[in-house]
């Protein structure tokens, strides 16, 4: 299986967010082969400066829709969604991987959300909590529970929680 990060909004190379990212991804990637996931990326696209935030969601939704890997399977992460502790993500992403999904996306839309198309189209929305956080703060984030997914997938002690 390969994972893809598809966020709207590029960081700067020296943020401390990009460098927590950059540092989950790495550790993620040296467990993945062992555990079937042969590649995890971080795509990013450049805020729309459409006049309004419709406007904004739907162009940047076309720049990520041009760059997702085909018949992917889609997260949005969406405070609105569905909330996981971390084992039951581990378990999730297991179960995708084991159901045979060749490419999982989790998309994180930029300021003013995720376009309408793109939330109608992913198949769950992934919650990390019910306030609003930073867009560069959500990728590092995920990275890291996507690393402490397979760290725990791996049987590796990194995860320690119930």
């Keep these: 299986m390969r994972i893809t990060i598809a966020a709207v909004g590029k960081a700067r190379a020296a943020s401390g967010e990009q460098e927590l990212c950059d540092l989950y991804c790495e550790r993620a990637r040296a467990l993945g082969p062992k555990l079937g996931i042969s590649k995890l990326d971080l795509l990013a696209v450049d805020t729309s400066r459409a006049a309004n ?7 940047e ?8 890997p085909e018949a992917a399977y889609l997260i949005a992460l969406d405070e609105k969604g569905r909330g996981m502790n971390s084992g039951a993500f581990a378990k999730h992403i297991g179960r995708l991987r084991d159901s045979g999904v060749r490419d999982l996306v989790f998309l994180i839309g930029g300021p003013d ?8 189209r992913a198949k769950d929305r992934l919650a990390l909590g019910a306030q609003t956080w930073p867009h560069l703060l959500v990728r590092a984030m995920l990275a890291e529970q996507i690393y402490r997914a397979c760290s725990i997938l791996a049987g590796h002690p990194y995860h320690r929680g119930g």
């Design 61 to 68: 939704a076309a720049k990520l829709t041009k760059r997702l």
């Design 53 to 59: 935030p419709e406007a904004r969601m739907i162009e």
């Design 113 to 120: 959300g995720l376009a309408s198309s793109l939330q109608d």
